[in-house]
């Protein structure tokens, strides 16, 4: 080989050399999108408990799946439609990212609307959001999984806010921890959506502690993480089903709503019929506004006596 030769032919893999190892790659980025209500008189304490331990979920699940965190929190003044509308479209988002959205709040639904998610409720302002809306447009910005999470209310109010419209637990041992939370989130493709109730049913929170919801959701996650090759199918039924004997346990109804898109699995949470009935549905809703109308008369009484 003569010298000219030799000379190109060392530049030419210095050149692929620098090109492939010169910087080197990003890490897949978890978008955690946390709302919460917190300053709500009635829910706030509870709503708080909620947001402390999704951020202790999200550290675990940005560690377990080799993930760099970028979080953004929603809470007390700063829990305001606009805000979180504002932040979601101008949200980039590379297509090996992982998005999760979770917000806990009042919510409700409309006599009309024809989707069983519901809409969300935010203290400081005078719009909701749907969370149809939220889960659409955080799948139009095709990260390579996102899942979406709503600890609120379903139930017809008489109540409707305007909408604002969206544009485009225990810590355990690590290995197998963090092969499950990579399975979950970098394994994973497509969209989960779930909401703490479905249709016509109210969503309540423990007494000094979190949300019914929440709570299952993360003993589920604690659960699932655990088994070898854990899917969202599993993740999503065992949340539901612990959320409703949780809520059986404290004498309520309350049975959360999801559905798996993509390779999660894509199926709508599977309702009996008689749960699926619009009738027994709006019966439900009827009962529960004779029980509070009852319930107010009875405190004017008292007052009134006193």
């Not at 978008?31 to 917190?38: C, E, G, K, N, P």
């Not at 544009?167 to 909401?195: H, K, M, P």
């Not at 009852?294 to 006193?306: I, R």
Request: proline content about 4%; charged content about 20%.
């Amino acid at each position: 080989m003569n010298t000219s030769r030799w000379q190109r032919t060392c530049c030419i893999l210095f050149f692929c050399i620098t090109v492939l190892y010169a910087a080197p790659a990003a890490a897949a980025q978890l978008h955690a999108i946390l709302v919460a209500d917190t300053n709500d008189c009635s829910i706030g304490n509870s709503v708080a408990c909620d947001l402390e331990e999704m951020q202790v979920l999200m550290a675990q699940i940005a560690s377990g799946a080799d993930m760099e965190l970028a979080e953004k929190i929603f809470q007390g003044r700063s829990c305001h439609p606009k805000l979180v509308k504002d932040y979601l479209e101008r949200l980039e988002v590379d297509d090996d990212d992982v998005v999760v959205y979770y917000q806990s709040s009042h919510g409700f639904r409309t006599a009309n609307m024809h989707e069983q998610w519901p809409a969300l409720y935010f203290g400081a302002g005078k719009h909701a959001l749907r969370l149809q809306d939220i889960s659409d447009v955080i799948k139009r910005k095709k990260p390579a999984f996102s899942l979406v999470l709503a600890d609120v209310c379903n139930s017809v109010s008489s109540y409707t806010p305007p909408f604002e419209t969206i544009n485009s637990r225990q810590i355990l041992d690590g290995s197998q921890r963090a092969d499950g939370f990579w399975y979950l989130f970098r394994e994973a493709t497509g969209n989960v959506t779930a909401c703490s109730s479905k249709p016509g049913q109210y969503s309540y929170c423990i007494p000094y502690g979190g949300g019914v919801f929440t709570t299952a959701m993360l003993e589920a996650m604690d659960t699932v993480v655990e088994e070898p090759q854990p899917t969202w199918n599993r993740v999503m039924t065992v949340a539901s089903r612990q959320s409703m004997e949780l809520a059986k346990s404290m004498g309520i109804k309350q049975k959360p709503c999801f559905c798996l898109e993509g390779e999660c699995g894509g199926q709508d949470c599977p309702e009996d019929e008689a749960e699926s009935s619009p009738e027994l549905a709006q019966e439900e809703v009827d009962i529960q506004e004779f029980v509070w109308d009852l319930l107010e008369l009875v405190s004017e009484q008292f007052a009134n006596e006193w």
